[in-house]
Nanobody, 118 residues
């Protein structure tokens, strides 16, 4: 499966952005989908993940209550709605896919940059 992330940009603190991750070469419904992010000089960190049908979601504590992951399997797309953005959310955001509910993600998209100004 190939993943294409989009939707990043520059936003003021307190603002919102919605990221999208389009899957091709395979049905998105076959995969657990997740978002990760990596800020300059920092390690990549988990942000959120969603189960095959969208019935189960997990979030990093740092984004819980502000970010929402969702999916539309008919469109082979996963979304990350980001509200109440903070400067510390500034990072390159990556979508990833896996066929099992584990911490291993074999499939990655290119990143999309999110910059939050103070």
């Amino acid at each position: 499966v190939q993943l294409q992330a989009s939707g990043g940009g520059l936003v003021q603190g307190g603002g919102s952005l919605r990221l999208s991750c389009a899957a091709s070469g395979g049905a998105a419904s076959s995969y657990i989908m997740a978002w990760f992010r990596q800020a300059p000089g920092k390690e990549r960190e988990f942000v959120a993940r969603i189960s095959w049908t969208g019935g189960t979601t997990h979030y990093a504590d740092s984004v819980k209550g502000r970010f929402t992951i969702s999916r539309d399997n008919a469109k082979n797309t996963v979304y990350l709605q980001m509200n109440s953005l903070k400067p510390e959310d500034t990072a390159t955001y990556y979508c990833a896919a896996a066929t099992t509910w584990s911490r291993e993600y074999p499939y990655w998209g290119q990143g999309t940059q999110v910059t939050v100004s103070s």
